[in-house]
């Protein structure tokens, strides 16, 4: 259909005085005794259009005036009798598509914990209109930095032999039913697709690591799958994943990089959606926008594992979960120390190797290894990233403690044996972005189609 998109309409002179066509679907209506309003909305700008209908020249159906309804009208851009921008003095409205009084999306209704159970519909409102323009606009920025910084992007494949993490989180890929008539595990999956077991991805670094050890610089976003049975507000089965792998980075590489991309993606989300930030403000989190500069503009903290150690232990009757040396940090000491100690994104590194991936780099000191996670304020965890282990001899070592299975991981080996270098990178889980961009709370509500445990509607 020929129409022009709302965005263009709303700001500007040039379309002033002509007659176009636009598309949407109407958000609200009001009249008067001569005058009635549309407002629509097409996607193209969180803002809406409003259409001015003058009662005495035009004779609406009823039914392009229902909330929801889609409607096309055709008129006269002109200057907004009230407020900046331009607004439509309509010719002719055409009902699209009728919305009857069951349309769920009413003023009154509209709670995100009601919402998540219509996520078919709820995108038709103004906190998912934003959500999700700041989600595309950051998934965009990321390409962007990483094109600009001379990255490949890769496409690492979802379904593998080997698991990243070794936290048997993985869900499985089969083709056949359980058979009972199978003696051993090593059998059953002999018969199966791939003649091994094999499972979705929990990250793409180890063949990002395979493309960073002949590009150099790598990076991969895509879906990442976890079978973990938390049913928390920031995890999913199913999340998006960053992953860049850097030849030649040691540890203080990896956290600045992150720290860069981390600012230009928050560059990017407040240049190119200021309505969306400025609508977070006012209904979701109070201050958000000068959170996001604060954060642009200044120097994230680091700390080691031993010093957060330190930093902690004195508030242990404060925790659930007291901590000491060679504890997992868990949410509630990660909101600590980002919301009450350094009030600002923290790096915390070095930890024990014991709570951390075997692909990670053996500090001298034979307890910790080269890890960072970047904690931000409001949601802990955001990047999870590593220098890796380069030695051979030290690596094959670590999975040997492990019991992994070492023919899956030959090729992985191989790297170390074959020009091994230095190198590292880390995973920035896309949606605690949106979150941490949006003041959103919960992960389900920046994900189009949310999948957690006992949930895939
Ligand atoms: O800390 P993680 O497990 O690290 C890795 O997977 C590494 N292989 C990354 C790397 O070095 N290339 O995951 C990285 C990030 C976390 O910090 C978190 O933001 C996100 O991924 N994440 C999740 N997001 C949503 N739901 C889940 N279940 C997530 N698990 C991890
Ligand atoms: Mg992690």
Same mark, same amino acid.
């Not at 109407?26 to 809406?48: C, H, I, N, W, Y």
């Not at 190797?353 to 000191?365: H, L, P, R, T, V």
């Not at 790297?415 to 990178?425: A, T, Y």
């Given at each position: 259909?020929?129409?022009?998109?709302?965005?263009?309409?709303?700001?500007?002179?040039?379309?002033?005085?002509?007659?176009?066509?636009?598309?949407?679907?109407?958000?609200?209506?009001?009249?008067? !005794?001569?005058?009635? +309003?549309?407002?629509?909305?097409?996607?193209?700008?969180?803002?809406?259009?409003?259409?001015?209908?003058?009662?005495?020249?035009?004779?609406?159906?009823?039914?392009?005036?229902?909330?929801? !309804?889609?409607?096309?009208?055709?008129? $006269?851009?002109?200057?907004?009798?009230?407020?900046?921008?331009?607004? @439509? #003095?309509?010719?002719?409205?055409?009902?699209?598509?009728?919305?009857? /009084?069951?349309? /769920?999306?009413?003023?009154?209704?509209?709670?995100?914990?009601?919402?998540?159970?219509?996520?078919?519909?709820?995108?038709?409102?103004?906190?998912?209109?934003?959500?999700?323009?700041?989600?595309?606009?950051?998934?965009?920025?990321?390409?962007?930095?990483?094109?600009?910084?001379?990255?490949?992007?890769?496409?690492? /494949?979802?379904?593998?032999?080997?698991?990243? $993490?070794?936290?048997?989180?993985?869900?499985?890929?089969?083709?056949?039913?359980?058979?009972?008539?199978?003696?051993? $595990?090593?059998?059953?999956?002999?018969?199966?697709?791939?003649?091994?077991?094999?499972? @979705? %991805?929990?990250?793409?670094? @180890?063949?990002?690591?395979?493309?960073?050890? !002949?590009?150099?610089?790598?990076?991969?976003?895509?879906? %990442?799958?976890?079978?973990?049975?938390?049913?928390?507000?920031?995890?999913?089965?199913?999340?998006?994943?960053?992953?860049?792998?850097?030849? =030649? !980075?040691?540890?203080?590489?990896?956290?600045?990089?992150?720290?860069?991309?981390?600012?230009?993606?928050?560059?990017?989300?407040?240049?190119?959606?200021?309505?969306?930030?400025?609508?977070?403000?006012?209904?979701?989190?109070?201050?958000?926008?000068?959170?996001?500069?604060?954060?642009?503009?200044?120097?994230?903290?680091?700390?080691?594992?031993?010093?957060?150690?330190?930093?902690?232990?004195?508030?242990?009757?404060?925790?659930?979960?007291?901590?000491?040396?060679?504890?997992?940090?868990?949410?509630?000491? $990660?909101?600590?120390?980002?919301?009450?100690?350094?009030?600002?994104?923290? =790096?915390?590194?070095?930890?024990?190797?014991?709570?951390? %991936?075997?692909?990670?780099?053996?500090?001298?000191?034979?307890?910790?290894?080269?890890?960072?996670?970047?904690?931000? /304020?409001?949601?802990?965890?955001?990047?999870?990233?590593?220098?890796?282990?380069?030695?051979?001899?030290?690596?094959?070592?670590?999975?040997?403690?492990?019991?992994?299975?070492?023919?899956?991981?030959?090729?992985?080996?191989?790297?170390?044996?074959?020009?091994?270098?230095?190198?590292?990178? +880390?995973? @920035?889980?896309?949606?605690?972005?949106?979150?941490?961009?949006?003041?959103?709370? #919960?992960?389900?509500?920046?994900?189009?189609?949310?999948?957690?445990?006992? #949930?895939?509607?």
């Amino acid at each position: 259909m020929k129409h022009i998109d709302i965005s263009e309409i709303l700001v500007g002179q040039e379309l002033l005085g002509q007659e176009v066509v636009v598309c949407g679907w109407v958000r609200t209506f009001r009249e008067s !005794a001569q005058v009635a +309003f549309l407002e629509l909305a097409d996607g193209t700008s969180f803002r809406k259009l409003q259409v001015v209908l003058d009662k005495g020249k035009l004779n609406v159906d009823p039914e392009c005036t229902k909330l929801g !309804a889609a409607v096309a009208v055709s008129g $006269e851009v002109v200057k907004a009798y009230k407020g900046d921008g331009n607004e @439509l #003095n309509a010719r002719a409205v055409t009902l699209l598509g009728k919305c009857p /009084p069951e349309y /769920p999306i009413q003023k009154k209704r509209t709670t995100l914990d009601f919402l998540r159970t219509i996520p078919h519909l709820r995108l038709r409102t103004n906190t998912f209109a934003a959500v999700f323009r700041v989600r595309s606009v950051a998934a965009q920025a990321i390409h962007r930095y990483f094109h600009e910084h001379g990255y490949y992007y890769i496409n690492a /494949p979802l379904i593998t032999a080997s698991d990243c $993490e070794g936290a048997g989180e993985m869900f499985r890929v089969t083709t056949q039913p359980w058979n009972a008539s199978y003696k051993t $595990e090593e059998e059953y999956y002999k018969n199966d697709f791939f003649g091994v077991k094999a499972g @979705l %991805s929990v990250s793409g670094q @180890l063949e990002g690591e395979v493309a960073a050890t !002949a590009f150099g610089k790598i990076y991969t976003f895509g879906p %990442s799958f976890r079978a973990e049975n938390s049913n928390t507000t920031r995890h999913l089965a199913e999340f998006w994943h960053v992953e860049p792998e850097i030849a =030649f !980075a040691e540890l203080p590489d990896v956290l600045e990089i992150a720290e860069d991309m981390l600012k230009y993606l928050i560059h990017a989300v407040l240049e190119e959606c200021p309505d969306e930030i400025a609508f977070f403000d006012s209904f979701v989190e109070k201050g958000l926008r000068e959170k996001l500069l604060h954060v642009e503009g200044s120097k994230f903290a680091v700390c080691t594992y031993t010093e957060a150690i330190d930093l902690l232990k004195p508030h242990n009757e404060s925790f659930q979960f007291p901590v000491s040396w060679g504890c997992d940090l868990q949410s509630e000491h $990660e909101k600590y120390l980002t919301e009450q100690v350094f009030r600002r994104p923290v =790096f915390v590194t070095d930890y024990p190797k014991e709570i951390k %991936s075997f692909y990670m780099k053996q500090n001298a000191d034979g307890k910790t290894v080269a890890a960072a996670d970047l904690l931000v /304020p409001g949601i802990g965890e955001i990047i999870g990233g590593s220098e890796r282990e380069a030695d051979y001899e030290k690596l094959l070592a670590a999975m040997k403690e492990r019991g992994m299975n070492l023919d899956a991981y030959k090729q992985y080996l191989d790297l170390r044996l074959f020009g091994s270098v230095p190198h590292g990178g +880390f995973g @920035l889980g896309f949606e605690r972005f949106v979150m941490y961009c949006t003041g959103i709370e #919960n992960i389900r509500d920046v994900t189009l189609f949310p999948r957690s445990v006992k #949930n895939i509607m």
